[in-house]
Each structure stands twice: as structure tokens, then as C-alpha cells.
């Protein structure tokens, strides 16, 4: 089954009972037992929901996994996965990363003694000087949030391998429709959900996809025990979202490439994040790992300057000064003062998100309507 015919029928089957097309709302908590422990499958629905374990099989199946869980937010999903180590082991860590994922690593796990290493990642040779006998993970982006960096995904696996280290890339910027990491080597997937999988900026959910019948039953333990669960409703928005994926994703390719091309040859931009351009520093890896390069793009003004910034933002119409991405709209962010934020000044700046940034989750309007946008808040 090709990618396209997945996003709609994956992993999917009429509903038993009426032949439903769709998958049911399950909205129930609990299930009725014949005997304690007879039932149809289904005991309580932290555990178990038939509408969120059809949403779990649709994640599965575009991303060529055999197993699929849901969460309540993507944090709730990282959060499972720093919770299959222990105290005193290590994490090498993508340097450019999400604020909120590197707020969770440095102020919530290593209160308990779990270390992060952060490290530009395009260099391999710096994440093999950080590996040792307590190396546990290797957590990836790409690209990577704000800066549109590009890893090697194969090439981090193949050290993941040798090294005896699980392997997990978020996979929210790319959405399996630009590249799939578990066919590079990976072990797990995560992906906020919320993004470009639900598509419509209605619902808040993580998603992890894995191979391994394990690594899935240690993370399935930990969905239910921990309770980080998604609801039924969610489930059926986030499901309803997927058969969408690929038209949507054709449109914000083409739509991030224009507006990428307008931008750089803008007068009062300086530099412009997207991995398409050929002079992205690491174009030729997003060749080879990713179908097209997404509706996700960064860019500053010439200066430097953090007034300059915020004037631009607040100066959009058509773009949304708001968090997140990945919905039909388009919308803005200041990822210094926003998204990124949790993270101290001089950290971020080293990676590049200084006070001119300004982030773009292109969407699938009228490009036309975009690039005059954009026209009329730079050209003030």
C-alpha cells in the first residue's frame, strides 16, 4: 500500500458492529464484563479505547511501524521515552531543540539525575566524543526547531547500533510524508501530534511509533501507568487530520518553496532557514533522507534587531502571531520570546535563534495572498 492510500485506509477497518466507515467516538471510561476479566478487549479506557487504538494504528502504518501509541500532548510522549531510563544514565541531545522538549530534559529529568549532552548534530564525530558506558539514548530533531537544521539520520543510526544505544527522532517538521526514520534505522518516532498530523490546530496529542515488540510493550506500560493518555474525541480529530496528510503536505512544500525563494531575495532579510535552498548547509543530506522540504521556515532581518522582529510579526494579516504550527493556516512566531523562550539567551543564541528570528509554519492558502503578507510587514 502506497503512502497516500495509508494516510486514508492504514491500518484501518469498518467498524464491526454497523459497518461504520469512520471509526466510532468511544466516549466511555469503562466497559461492561460478563465475569471479572471477560470482556470484548477492552477493560478501561486508559488502557484501552477502540477509537484512540484505531488512531494508534493509522500512526503505525504511515510510518511503516509495527506499533503505535497516543498521548496526550508530543511532550507527554518524550516524556515516556526519557522514562525507560534510570538515574545516572546519559542522553546526547539535538543542540537546536524544541524549548519546551529541552525545558522537560534540563528542569524536570535532571532532577533525577538523568544528564543531557546537547550537540550540533551534523558533526557526527561530536556525538561520538560524548558517547560512554552510560550513553542511553540519542534524541534527535530534523530538522530541527527553529533552525531548520538537517541530521543524518542514517548515519546516527549506524553509531546507535554500534554503540548499543536506542535511537529516537522527532519526526513533527518532516511528518512521515517527507521522510521516515524508522526505515533510516531509528527505534522510535515521536511526533506532536497537534502539528501537521491533526492539520487544523483543533487538538493537542503526541504520537510515538516503533518496530520493536519490547521497546513497544516497556512504552505501553508506561502510557497506561503514567496515564498521559489522549481521549476519544481527540482521537477521531487527529484521525480525521491523517487522511488529509499527504494533499496537505503537496500544498505547504509548494507553498514553503515560494515563499522561501521571496524572502531570500528580500532586501531586509539577512539569512533564510529552509533545507530546498541550495545554500542550506545541509541541503544535500535533506536530499537524500527527505521527499520535499515542508512548509516550515525561519528567517532574520537584516541588524539583528529584536524591535524590528516584533514589528514584523505583529505587522502580519494574514499570518497568525501565534504558538505551534503545522495547521491549514499560516501563522508567525518570535521563537526568542516565545517557543524558545525557557531557553537562556546566551544557549539559544549559540544555536542561532537570536532576537531577529522569526519563525514561519507556512500553510496552504492562496501563495499570492502569503507572499503580499509578508510584502507589506517587511517593506514598512
Given amino acids: 500500500m502506497e503512502f497516500n492510500t495509508k494516510t486514508i485506509h492504514g491500518g484501518q477497518s469498518p467498524d464491526k458492529a454497523y459497518g461504520s466507515v469512520m471509526p466510532p467516538i468511544y466516549q466511555t471510561s469503562t466497559y461492561s464484563q460478563t465475569t471479572p476479566g471477560g470482556h470484548k478487549g477492552y477493560e478501561y479506557s486508559r488502557t484501552h479505547?477502540?477509537?484512540?487504538?484505531?488512531?494508534?494504528?493509522?500512526?503505525?502504518?504511515?510510518?511503516?511501524?509495527?506499533?503505535?501509541?497516543?498521548?496526550?500532548?508530543?511532550?507527554?510522549?518524550?516524556?515516556?521515552?526519557?522514562?525507560l531510563l534510570k538515574p545516572g544514565d546519559e542522553v546526547i541531545s539535538t543542540n537546536d531543540l524544541y524549548g519546551g522538549t529541552y525545558r522537560l530534559f534540563t528542569k524536570v529529568f535532571e532532577n533525577f539525575n538523568v544528564k543531557f549532552h546537547f550537540v550540533r548534530m551534523e558533526d557526527v564525530n561530536l556525538i561520538e566524543s560524548h558517547i560512554n558506558n552510560r550513553t542511553k539514548l540519542i534524541w534527535v530533531e530534523t530538522p530541527t526547531n527553529p533552525m531548520l537544521n538537517i541530521i543524518d539520520i542514517k548515519a546516527i543510526s549506524k553509531i546507535s547500533k554500534q554503540n548499543n544505544i536506542l535511537f529516537a527522532v522527532d519526526n513533527t517538521f518532516a511528518t512521515p510524508y517527507l521522510q521516515r526514520p524508522l526505515d533510516l534505522g531509528a527505534d522510535i518516532v515521536m511526533h506532536s501530534a497537534t502539528k501537521y498530523l491533526g492539520g487544523h490546530s483543533d487538538v493537542?496529542?503526541?504520537?510515538?511509533?516503533?518496530?520493536?515488540?519490547?521497546?513497544?510493550?516497556?512504552?505501553?506500560?508506561?502510557?497506561?501507568?503514567?496515564?498521559?493518555?489522549?481521549?476519544?474525541?481527540?482521537?477521531?480529530?487527529?484521525?480525521?487530520?491523517?487522511?488529509?496528510?499527504?494533499?496537505?503536505?503537496?500544498?505547504?512544500?509548494?507553498?514553503?518553496?515560494?515563499?522561501?525563494?521571496?524572502?531570500?531575495?528580500?532586501?531586509?532579510?539577512?539569512?533564510?532557514?529552509?533545507?530546498?535552498?541550495?545554500?542550506?548547509?545541509?541541503?544535500?543530506?535533506?536530499?537524500?533522507?527527505?521527499?520535499?522540504?515542508?512548509?516550515?521556515?525561519?528567517?532574520?532581518?537584516?541588524?539583528?534587531?529584536?524591535?524590528?522582529?516584533?514589528?514584523?510579526?505583529?505587522?502580519?494579516?494574514?499570518?497568525?502571531?501565534?504558538?505551534?504550527?503545522?495547521?491549514?493556516?499560516?501563522?508567525?512566531?518570535?521563537?526568542?520570546?516565545?517557543?524558545?523562550?525557557?531557553?537562556?539567551?546566551?544557549?539559544?543564541?549559540?544555536?542561532?535563534?537570536?532576537?531577529?528570528?522569526?519563525?514561519?509554519?507556512?500553510?496552504?492558502?492562496?501563495?499570492?495572498?502569503?507572499?503580499?503578507?509578508?510584502?507589506?510587514?517587511?517593506?514598512?
Fill in 49 to 83: 479505547n477502540p477509537t484512540r487504538n484505531a488512531l494508534e494504528n493509522s500512526f503505525a502504518s504511515i510510518e511503516n511501524g509495527n506499533y503505535g501509541l497516543a498521548f496526550g500532548s508530543g511532550l507527554a510522549a518524550i516524556d515516556a521515552v526519557i522514562k
Fill in 204 to 380: 493537542v496529542m503526541g504520537a510515538l511509533v516503533v518496530n520493536d515488540e519490547t521497546l513497544a510493550k516497556q512504552l505501553y506500560f508506561i502510557q497506561n501507568a503514567s496515564g498521559a493518555v489522549c481521549g476519544p474525541q481527540d482521537s477521531f480529530l487527529v484521525l480525521r487530520g491523517i487522511k488529509t496528510l499527504h494533499v496537505r503536505m503537496q500544498r505547504h512544500c509548494e507553498n514553503g518553496r515560494s515563499v522561501a525563494n521571496f524572502l531570500l531575495n528580500h532586501p531586509k532579510v539577512e539569512r533564510v532557514y529552509w533545507p530546498g535552498l541550495k545554500s542550506h548547509p545541509n541541503h544535500s543530506v535533506a536530499l537524500q533522507q527527505m521527499n520535499d522540504f515542508g512548509g516550515m521556515l525561519s528567517f532574520t532581518s537584516k541588524g539583528n534587531n529584536f524591535d524590528a522582529a516584533i514589528k514584523v510579526v505583529e505587522k502580519l494579516k494574514i499570518f497568525t502571531l501565534a504558538e505551534s504550527l503545522g495547521g491549514v493556516e499560516s501563522l508567525a512566531g518570535h521563537p526568542a520570546s516565545m517557543t524558545h523562550a525557557s531557553i537562556p539567551k546566551e544557549v539559544r543564541e549559540k544555536t542561532g535563534v537570536v532576537d531577529s528570528l522569526i519563525r514561519l509554519s507556512v500553510g496552504i492558502e492562496d501563495i499570492d495572498d502569503l507572499i503580499a503578507d509578508l510584502k507589506q510587514a517587511l517593506d514598512d
